[in-house]
């Protein structure tokens, strides 16, 4: 079955790092637009970042610009999300997902992955 599996979370520090992974399966990842979303405790689940499958990147969340960047390795089959200078308020359960076309808006995501829990906490 086309599916994403996301792993690489965790518990860190605040300032910590982590690179989390979006393994995909049944899809050729430098062929696909894929993006990142996290979901916090009682809230909404929103974009993060965004990479097209013509390469271009975008960022759909103003805070993590200049602390997350977006990757893929294509002998891997994987994307990747680096999050650097992590903050309590990036805790949240992370997903990977594709979309059509390009990044220019953050729905019609399909295919998501089960997610990955980052727990930023002192």
């Known amino acids: 079955q086309q599916q994403f599996v996301e792993s690489g979370g965790g518990l860190v520090q605040p300032g910590g790092s982590l690179r989390l992974s979006c393994a995909a399966s049944?899809?050729?990842?430098?062929?696909?637009?894929i993006g990142w979303f996290r979901q916090a405790p009682g809230k909404e689940r929103e974009g993060v970042l965004c990479?097209?499958?013509?390469?271009?990147?975008?960022y759909y969340e103003d805070s993590v610009k200049g602390r997350f960047s977006i990757s893929r390795d294509d002998a891997k089959n994987t994307v990747y999300l680096q999050m650097n200078s992590l903050k309590p308020e990036d805790t949240a359960v992370y997903y990977c997902?594709?979309?059509?076309?390009?990044?220019?808006?953050?729905?019609?995501?399909?295919?998501w992955g089960q997610g990955t829990q980052v727990t930023v906490s002192s």
């Open positions: 997902a594709i979309r059509r076309f390009g990044c220019s808006q953050n729905v019609g995501y399909q295919y």
């Open positions: 049944g899809f050729t990842v430098n062929a696909l637009t």
């Open positions: 990479i097209s499958r013509w390469g271009g990147v975008t």
